[in-house]
């Protein structure tokens, strides 16, 4: 996998996309969490933390570019296992009541689920190299569908993925990966004009966010229970 370096109105054009996914993204997480209390400390502060984490995912993937099947074949397990490991955690909640127990356990068990799953898709990438299409056909399905479902589950309340702050990361997650997916997308067929404008907005964002979390205690505890994945600059408080 080749290294390049990301010239300059790339990197602009990068966090821009990153800023108006992490805009999705916090958007989704406050709808929710509706209503949401002190929503002018509690916006910003996910918008610069989900922007944060995505600027850089984007940047480092768009360096990486294109990807091999490895780094494919991880990407696309972990979308499979999303699912299963949103059932395991909800499942987990249920029967453990030491809570840093479950969370071992349950770590223990995504990293086997994740690597296992990972394993086959990087078979059936191989396999769809070697002609067998319906191979890539039958693995992407299988990605839309597992991290699909863990969302369906969450908008209707089904009862599979949990409340608790193992379930809320899984689902958080998966919307996160969704999003990486498709601001990749963009980045790839879109192209901005030359311009720092980007790059200075996506840091003040962050800024903002980081000044919020230091600020607000409270809001920072609620939103790393209820966002731990795009509230990761919250991974310190919360108690």
Partial sequence: MTMRATPPENLSSDLVTALGAAGAWTVIDVARAWPAPSLA???????????????????????????????????????????????????????????????????FVALVVVAGSSAVAWRLLRAARDGARVARAALLAAAVAS????????????GVVSSSSLGAGVVDAAIGVVLLVSALAVVRRVALGPSRVGAVAWVCVVA????????DPSMCAGLAARDPVAFALGVGCGG
């Fill in 208 to 215: 903002a966010s980081v000044v919020m979390t230091a600020l």
């Fill in 41 to 107: 400390s509690t916006v910003p502060a996910l918008l610069g933390s989900a922007s944060l984490l995505l600027g850089v995912a984007i940047v480092a993937a768009r360096r990486a570019w294109p990807p091999g099947d490895g780094l494919r074949a991880v990407v696309l397990g972990a979308l499979v296992a999303s699912f299963p490991l949103a059932f395991v955690a909800a499942t987990l909640e249920r029967v453990t009541h030491h809570r840093a127990l479950g969370g071992v356990t349950f770590a």
């Fill in 147 to 158: 991290s699909g479902a863990v969302v369906l589950a969450l908008v209707l309340h089904a």
